[in-house]
């Protein structure tokens, strides 16, 4: 059975970076696409980016240029890299696979 973990998420400044972590386990990691979306109090769950099994990415116009979406198949692992944070990347942050969801860390972007 997949489970996905998030974790790295807390309050930065506006400005600044953080660093997601997603560590999955079951079989198979390294030929599932996998993606992060990310939900904001009173807004819809929303696409921000995906990295297929060749690491080929995709990315949400609001966030590309900020965020890199990167692997690790050997250690399983999904990073989201966030660069250049605004006030309104401000969510909980979701690991994807399928229809595989972890539970989400929370970003908070405030002076």
């Known amino acids: 059975q997949v489970q996905l973990v998030e974790s790295g998420g807390g309050l930065v400044q506006p400005g600044g970076s953080l660093r997601l972590s997603c560590a999955a386990s079951?079989?198979?990691?390294?030929?599932?696409?996998m993606g992060w979306y990310r939900q904001a109090p009173g807004k819809e769950r929303e696409y921000v980016a995906i990295?297929?099994?060749?690491?080929?990415?995709m990315y949400a116009d609001s966030v590309k240029g900020r965020f890199t979406i990167s692997r690790d198949n050997a250690r399983k692992m999904v990073y989201l890299e966030m660069n250049s944070l605004k006030p309104e990347d401000t969510a909980v942050y979701y690991c994807n696979r399928g229809t595989v969801w972890g539970k989400g860390t929370l970003v908070t972007v405030s002076s």
């Open positions: 990295i297929t099994s060749g690491g080929n990415t």
């Open positions: 079951g079989s198979i990691f390294s030929i599932n696409t």
